[in-house]
């Protein structure tokens, strides 16, 4: 079964930069996996910031950035702000219709 | 404005079935991918299900043979039909627009207990 690691949790603080990442146990991730990322606070549904590696969702600050480095998914976040606090998701498209969630990220600033 | 709004949750008896609504609006639902995503108490995003424009459906394995999507052009709606619940099905649904998903619903708790 394919399993995708995220950090647990991170600290940054404010106006630092923190990088997130999106690993895959069975692989490098690409391009192709179409990486998404999601901000969720407590008690509101997931927001999404960046579609297929890097592509920012309408309305989010140009401080939040998409890449992949290395062999993994990243989410870089410069210059961090309060608000920012909250769990951070990657998904992964799998292919055959298939997705999988990584764990999430706690971040805290 | 792409939108959509899930309904139909509640509480349920184990081995009961449930099935929820995500009506669109802004968009016709054949012109899109409708994703399901739930989230446990306390828990990370688990991705469900998906039905893809042309009416493709896939499912995680944690739920194939039990949940079923369906959609009423009529209505604009899609639904999730889920049967033999259990306890571990116990959570907030959400849909959202795409795949992978990009415009969500704010959920619907759906709990599973005796």
């Known amino acids: 079964q394919t399993v995708v690691t995220q950090e647990p949790s991170l600290s940054v603080s404010p106006g630092g930069t923190v990088t997130l990442t999106c690993d895959l146990s069975s692989g490098s991730v690409s391009v192709g996996y179409y990486p998404t990322w999601y901000q969720q606070t407590p008690g509101q549904a997931p927001r999404t910031l960046i579609q297929?590696?890097?592509t920012r969702s309408s309305g989010v600050p140009d401080r939040f950035s998409g890449s992949i480095v290395g062999n993994k998914a990243a989410l870089t976040i410069t210059g961090a702000q309060a608000d920012d606090e909250g769990d951070y998701y990657c998904?992964?498209?799998?292919?055959?219709?298939?997705?999988?969630f990584g764990g999430g990220t706690k971040l805290t600033v | 404005e792409v939108q959509v709004v899930e309904s139909g949750g509640g509480l349920v008896r184990p081995g009961g079935s449930l099935r929820l609504s995500c009506a669109a609006s802004g968009f016709i639902v054949t012109s899109n991918y409708i994703t399901w995503v739930r989230q446990a108490p306390g828990k990370g995003l688990e991705w469900v299900s998906v039905?893809?424009?042309?009416?493709?459906?896939y499912y995680a394995d944690s739920v194939k043979g039990r949940f079923t999507l369906s959609r009423d052009i009529s209505k604009n709606t899609v639904y999730l039909q889920m049967n033999s619940l259990r306890p571990e099905d116990t959570a907030v649904y959400y849909c959202a627009t795409h795949y992978p998903p990009v415009d969500w619903g704010q959920g619907t708790l759906v709990t599973v207990s005796s």
């Open positions: 039905i893809y424009r042309g009416g493709n459906t």
């Open positions: 297929n590696t890097n």
């Open positions: 998904v992964l498209y799998m292919g055959s219709g298939i997705s999988v």
